[in-house]
């Protein structure tokens, strides 16, 4: 990745440190994408989180900056984007798992691109020549984040590329920060009468407060539940602000985990049945069925037949203990997208 000059770091380290009062209700609305554009300039600034995979998450929130609310107005998207995404290599490398920023460039020459209709669609009738995509890791099956930037000017250069791939990973943690912060609200309004496990925490991280379910579990993974945070717990959490990360804490015990998460001065606590042990091509496989590929479809991506899909699929539900694609692709979305490591590479 390019070096960024110096004004472009600490403009990055800027925009980083006030992310957080740029965004209204969502992290990414409001001004946020106003401030982004001056870091990346373009015409036409948005933001997208698709969890429509086969109706199973349903439409996510849809942001363009200040003013770019009409520049796409006399497209059809509806009948557009299908056409759009079966014909577009910036699609087809996003379902391959990258997350890095990507531009038409890396595809195809300003001849190709202007014999697709990605271009005769959506980039000539709003003016638009070149564009550029950032894709977050969101780390739920079926669901794609992604901050477009088009222009209809100059091409976008290695240093716009760097400035977004540098944002990334600060990105990812605001977005789950706020995610997390809304749980915490929810918990926190009906903690009682949804068993929500809550512990709040005084300065000095004594429990404040500690919901019924939250006692339950302090004494079940720690063996514990006294005024102070249990030893493991309170060095996580020491090692979790030294660090500034935003991982959160996983327990495993017995078929179930522990997940803790620390939002605004409070421990948030999930338990959740664990994933059981996959090799590698059953976790591929689940994936896809959790985001909504049929058997063929499968089948043809990872180049076998139908029924090795078959016969991969019967023995997950047999490790799931479910029945049916819908009930494994639950499982899945219900443990967080997380499958435990495992060396076996079949």
């Known amino acids: 990745m390019p070096t960024l000059a110096r004004g472009d770091a600490e403009r990055l380290l800027r925009f980083v440190a006030e992310a957080e009062s740029f965004g209204g209700d969502h992290p990414f609305s409001g001004e946020f994408l106003t401030q982004l554009g001056r870091l990346v300039p373009a015409d036409w600034v948005s933001y997208a989180d698709c969890r429509g995979c086969a109706g199973d998450y349903g439409p996510g929130p849809h942001f363009e900056r200040s003013?770019?609310?009409?520049?796409?107005?006399a497209i059809d998207w509806a009948a557009v984007m299908p056409v759009v995404e079966a014909e577009c290599p910036i699609f087809e490398r996003f379902w391959q798992g990258g997350f890095s920023t990507l531009?038409?460039?890396?595809?195809?020459?300003?001849?190709?691109?202007?014999?697709?209709?990605?271009?005769?669609l959506v980039l000539e009738p709003c003016g638009l020549k070149d564009f550029l995509e950032l894709r977050l890791r969101s780390g739920q099956p079926g669901r794609t984040i992604r901050f477009?930037?088009?222009?209809?000017?100059?091409?976008?250069?290695?240093?716009?590329?760097?400035?977004?791939?540098?944002?990334?990973?600060?990105?990812?943690?605001?977005?789950?920060?706020?995610?997390?912060?809304?749980?915490?609200?929810?918990?926190?309004?009906?903690h009682e009468s949804t068993h929500a496990a809550v512990v709040l925490l005084e300065a000095d991280d004594r429990i404040a407060f500690a919901s019924t379910a939250a006692r339950e579990l302090l004494g079940r993974y720690f063996g514990e539940n006294?005024?102070?945070?249990?030893?493991?717990?309170?060095?996580?959490?020491?090692?979790?602000?030294?660090?500034?990360?935003?991982?959160?804490?996983r327990i495993d015990n017995d078929d179930r985990s522990l997940v803790v998460e620390f939002v605004d001065g409070a421990l948030l606590f999930e338990e959740r049945k664990r994933m059981p042990r996959l090799t590698a091509r059953e976790r591929e496989i689940l994936e896809l069925v959790a985001e909504g590929r049929t058997n063929a479809e499968i089948a043809e991506r990872l180049w076998v037949s139908p029924g090795t899909v078959r016969k991969h699929l019967d023995n997950v539900y047999a490790k799931l203990g479910v029945r049916t694609r819908t009930a494994a692709a639950a499982f899945v979305r219900g443990n967080g997208g997380s499958f435990p490591k495992t060396a076996d590479a079949g």
């Open 67 to 73: 003013g770019d609310e009409g520049f796409s107005s």
């Open 148 to 190: 477009g930037f088009d222009r209809g000017g100059r091409d976008f250069s290695a240093r716009d590329r760097a400035v977004l791939d540098a944002l990334n990973p600060h990105l990812v943690r605001l977005l789950r920060a706020s995610e997390a912060r809304q749980r915490l609200r929810a918990a926190l309004a009906l």
């Open 103 to 120: 531009k038409t460039s890396d595809f195809l020459t300003k001849r190709e691109l202007y014999r697709t209709p990605t271009y005769t």
């Open 226 to 249: 006294g005024p102070r945070l249990p030893d493991s717990l309170a060095s996580w959490l020491r090692e979790r602000r030294r660090a500034a990360t935003g991982e959160p804490l």
